[in-house]
């Protein structure tokens, strides 16, 4: 799938889930989808004026004079479920961390330590935001139809901060036998 297409899903999915602002949607993808997306800030509002001139989405007046509220329309739910339906591309990962293991000789064991720790308490921080997360969005959003697609991905964020810090672990392990 292309960038555009993944583009025009996260501003399509956030505009499902109720109309917003090109601010505010551009907050949502930020602050909502961040924990498991990231999306160009340059790209949000050039595909959104693209929406809506293929009438996937329709702007309304917002709630400022001179303001501007977007809405989903029926083609642009179809879209998006076009969208959601295509097979999921991979891109390989650029890991700064994993760059400067596979190259730690040159570091040094200790270096790598430190830069292990601090994947550790890293992940660690990132654990605890997901649980804090996790229980903000079973409060705010109980009894929402998003709630358990929304709750997958934060599940999938613990995990993954789960399994990095075990990996730390082993990591560590490895290193403590190259000194």
């Known amino acids: 799938m292309a960038r555009r297409s993944q583009t025009e899903m996260a501003v399509l999915g956030a505009l499902s889930m109720q109309p917003m602002t090109a601010y505010a949607l551009r907050e949502a993808i930020r602050d909502v989808l961040g924990h498991f997306w990231s999306e160009s800030f340059g790209q949000i509002y050039p595909t959104l004026q693209a929406l809506e001139q293929q009438g996937h989405v329709e702007r309304r007046e917002g709630p400022r004079a001179g303001s501007s509220t977007f809405v989903i329309t029926a083609s642009g739910t179809a879209h998006l479920h076009e969208l959601l339906s295509e097979p999921i591309t991979t891109t390989p990962s650029r890991n700064g961390l994993l760059l400067r293991l596979f190259f730690g000789r040159t570091l040094g064991p200790g270096k790598c330590r430190e830069l292990i720790?601090?994947?550790?308490?890293?992940?660690?921080?990132?654990?605890?935001?997901?649980?804090?997360?996790?229980?903000?969005?079973?409060?705010e959003d109980a009894g929402s139809p998003d709630l358990p697609y929304i709750m997958t991905t934060i599940s999938a964020g613990r995990h993954s901060a789960q399994a990095l810090i075990a990996w730390t672990e082993e990591a560590l392990t490895l290193l403590d036998g190259a000194t």
């Not at 601090?118 to 969005?137: F, G, M, N, W």
């Open 117 to 139: 720790l601090q994947a550790r308490a890293d992940a660690e921080r990132s654990l605890a935001d997901y649980e804090e997360l996790r229980r903000t969005v079973a409060v």
